[in-house]
């Protein structure tokens, strides 16, 4: 590879909702980050690695910005700050259809901090008329300073990603690629097949419930095709009313969690999978660090 490579690490910031993990994906042209129309949906960072034959550009996804509830949330604002310490540039997403909100102002002042180049991002252009997304665009320059560069885009559509990744090459080093030029993410294969199962889980289970779920994956046995991928997992609740509630009489949701979250991994390993769910209650996990950290969510230590 010449000295010309481009190479660097990018954090999508945002708060919560606003399409980073719909962004992630788009830049990818392949979904690995689950999205869902609730916001918290994300609570770990994950890189996407974009390759083309001048550069890499490892962009992270991250947990929506928002003031912390639990120590879930303690665990998901040190995602963000991890990504953003060694970030070479930021993306800073906004809603163009909600607009700004004081949620907005928190990722801004998380921004002041970064001594890197910001791209604010207006999504989800798709929704709004052109003259809503000029006010928002008047709106930030004036609220927020004149310095913004500002890109309008939309995930979902795959609208204006081009130009960003265009223009965040010229903020970049020139270095060689930080990955091997065939990863795809800093994820493994389990702890994506996981967040699949946790993504049907908010799009198929209603009010509180899907934020009190954690899954862990028991078995991932990789087998020949066609043999099928064999995958178990455990789902775990917050409390027993809730177990009773994902299972659904005579285990209709559960199947229906596990017949999509099946569909979503085979998509991802090009191969048939053999998905077995169970459902287990840990009481009220979100507010114990010990229970946390064994689920995959260890809070990091005040400093
Ligand atoms: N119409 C439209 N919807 C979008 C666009 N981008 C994202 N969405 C939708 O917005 C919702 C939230 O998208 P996510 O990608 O999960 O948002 P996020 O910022 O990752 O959210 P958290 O992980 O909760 O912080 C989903 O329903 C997406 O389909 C867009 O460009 N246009
Ligand atoms: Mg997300």
Request: charged share 30%; proline share 5%; with cysteine.
């Given at each position: 590879?010449?000295?010309?490579?481009?190479?660097?690490?990018?954090?999508?910031?945002?708060?919560?909702?606003?399409?980073?993990?719909?962004?992630?994906?788009?830049?990818?042209?392949?979904?690995?980050?689950?999205?869902?129309?609730?916001?918290?949906?994300?609570?770990?960072?994950?890189?996407?690695?974009?390759?083309?034959?001048?550069?890499?550009?490892?962009?992270?996804?991250?947990?929506?910005?928002?003031?912390?509830?639990?120590?879930?949330?303690?665990?998901?604002?040190?995602?963000?700050?991890?990504?953003?310490?060694?970030?070479?540039?930021?993306?800073?997403?906004?809603?163009?259809?909600?607009?700004?909100?004081?949620?907005?102002?928190?990722?801004?002042?998380?921004?002041?901090?970064?001594?890197?180049?910001?791209?604010?991002?207006?999504?989800k252009i798709?929704?709004?008329?052109?003259?809503?997304?000029?006010?928002?665009?008047?709106?930030?320059?004036?609220?927020?300073?004149?310095?913004?560069?500002?890109?309008?885009?939309?995930?979902?559509?795959?609208?204006?990603?081009?130009?960003?990744?265009?223009?965040?090459?010229?903020?970049?080093?020139?270095?060689?690629?930080?990955?091997?030029?065939?990863?795809?993410?800093?994820?493994?294969?389990?702890?994506?097949?996981?967040?699949?199962?946790?993504?049907?889980?908010f799009l198929?289970?209603?009010?509180?419930?899907?934020?009190?779920?954690?899954?862990?994956?028991?078995?991932?046995?990789?087998?020949?095709?066609?043999?099928?991928?064999?995958?178990?997992?455990?789902?775990?609740?917050?409390?027993?009313?809730?177990?009773?509630?994902?299972?659904?009489?005579?285990?209709?949701?559960l199947k229906?969690?596990?017949?999509?979250?099946?569909?979503?991994?085979?998509?991802?390993?090009?191969?048939?999978?053999?998905?077995?769910?169970?459902?287990?209650?840990?009481?009220?996990?979100?507010?114990?660090?010990?229970?946390?950290?064994?689920?995959?969510?260890?809070?990091?230590?005040?400093?």
């Amino acid at each position: 590879m010449g000295s010309d490579f481009i190479s660097g690490s990018v954090a999508i910031l945002g708060r919560p909702n606003v399409g980073k993990s719909t962004f992630l994906n788009a830049v990818l042209k392949q979904k690995i980050a689950i999205v869902s129309p609730r916001p918290q949906t994300t609570r770990d960072s994950m890189a996407g690695i974009y390759q083309d034959s001048g550069s890499q550009i490892v962009f992270y996804d991250t947990p929506g910005i928002h003031q912390p509830k639990n120590q879930l949330s303690h665990y998901m604002l040190h995602e963000v700050e991890e990504v953003l310490e060694g970030a070479d540039a930021a993306l800073f997403l906004a809603d163009a259809k909600e607009g700004l909100t004081d949620e907005d102002y928190l990722v801004v002042e998380w921004l002041k901090k970064f001594k890197n180049p910001v791209l604010c991002l207006l999504n989800k252009i798709d929704q709004v008329p052109e003259g809503r997304v000029q006010e928002l665009s008047g709106r930030i320059k004036s609220e927020l300073g004149e310095g913004w560069l500002l890109f309008r885009v939309s995930a979902l559509k795959g609208k204006g990603v081009g130009e960003v990744v265009g223009q965040l090459k010229k903020f970049l080093p020139r270095q060689e690629p930080l990955f091997p030029n065939e990863d795809l993410t800093n994820k493994t294969l389990r702890e994506l097949a996981a967040e699949m199962v946790r993504e049907q889980c908010f799009l198929q289970l209603k009010q509180e419930i899907p934020y009190g779920v954690a899954v862990v994956i028991e078995e991932f046995e990789e087998k020949e095709p066609p043999q099928p991928v064999v995958i178990q997992a455990t789902i775990y609740v917050e409390k027993d009313s809730q177990k009773g509630i994902l299972i659904g009489s005579q285990g209709r949701r559960l199947k229906a969690i596990g017949s999509a979250a099946r569909q979503e991994i085979e998509r991802l390993l090009g191969q048939k999978v053999f998905l077995e769910l169970w459902v287990k209650v840990l009481k009220d996990w979100r507010k114990d660090e010990a229970t946390l950290k064994k689920l995959g969510y260890p809070v990091p230590k005040k400093k």
